[in-house]
């Protein structure tokens, strides 16, 4: 229950903190990612938005492990460095992960119809209309949990390379605390990873959308359309609500670190040797006269 509260209260202190960095991050992310395409024939594209949400998540961490009181000067290389191994390590997860709910949902679905599972129900599927919306609704469940696990389970690895990447820390595993808190941190991160689909669609909408059409409109008409205030503030609360869930999620990794980090103490203590006590010399002298 401790995590629970203690992620909560710190996410508010760490979504004020990020306003700005992830804006910043986010522009100089554009700016590179269409350069870089000029010389890549746009295969930077593939790379820049993992990359990018990583390093807005290593930084979101080091703000949230900053508020708890691990200071250290950041290197940026370094959290350059993990951004990139760990962006393309989510490619491969995700890309790998997305063939078992295609396969689970099949059988389920297959067993559920009471039909012997065979190669031609495979071939048959399509024809289906009640084997495809058992299909979708098992893939779409499967998909969420195991996109969600996928992140729970490496939210204390990227909370170690976070606060590895300082001035005079360790450097730590790529794999380091892989697993730990699981059951809490699913619990955590299954909330935000639901309501950002739909925040992040309000964004979209009430933010991406009247962009693209003032540029429209400049480009063509050179002229700025008129937008209804409710529309720029549904965006911001829109853009708000995104943000904090992110907050949630960098704040329960910061604090399933610290907390693994304290375990750890109390193990090495549990496990340590009483130390030996020194002989007192006086009553040695008198024992012997």
Known sequence: MDI??????????????????VLGISIASFIITNLLNLVTAGLAGYLSGPVTATFISLFGIRVA??????????MYDMMILF???????????????LLLPEVVAVLIADGKLGDVISIQNFLQADSSLQFAFYVLS??????????????????????????????GSASAGFFTGFG??????????????????????????????PLVLSVISIVFSQTLPDFD?????????????????HSLIWSASAVALTK???????????????????PDLRALRKSRE
């Open 65 to 74: 492990l900053s508020v708890l009181g691990h200071h250290g000067r950041p």
């Open 138 to 167: 098992i893939k779409t469940i499967v998909s969420f949990v195991l996109y969600t696990s996928i992140y729970v389970a490496m939210a204390v690895p990227m909370a170690n390379a976070a606060r590895s990447a300082s001035q």
């Open 260 to 278: 693994s980090d304290k375990t750890s103490k109390q193990i090495r203590a549990a496990k340590a040797p009483p130390a030996a006590e020194k």
């Open 83 to 97: 951004s990139v191994l760990y962006g393309v390590f989510f490619i491969i997860a995700k890309g790998v992960l």
């Open 4 to 21: 629970f509260i203690r992620t909560f209260t710190l996410s508010f202190s760490v979504f004020g903190r990020m306003i700005l960095p």
């Open 180 to 209: 730990r808190s699981f059951l809490p941190l699913f619990c955590i991160f299954a909330v935000p990873f639901l309501l950002q689909f739909l925040f992040g669609f309000l964004a979209s909408l009430y933010v991406l959308l």
């Open 229 to 245: 205030l409710d529309i720029i503030v549904n965006g911001l609360v829109a853009s708000a609500c995104l943000l904090w869930l």
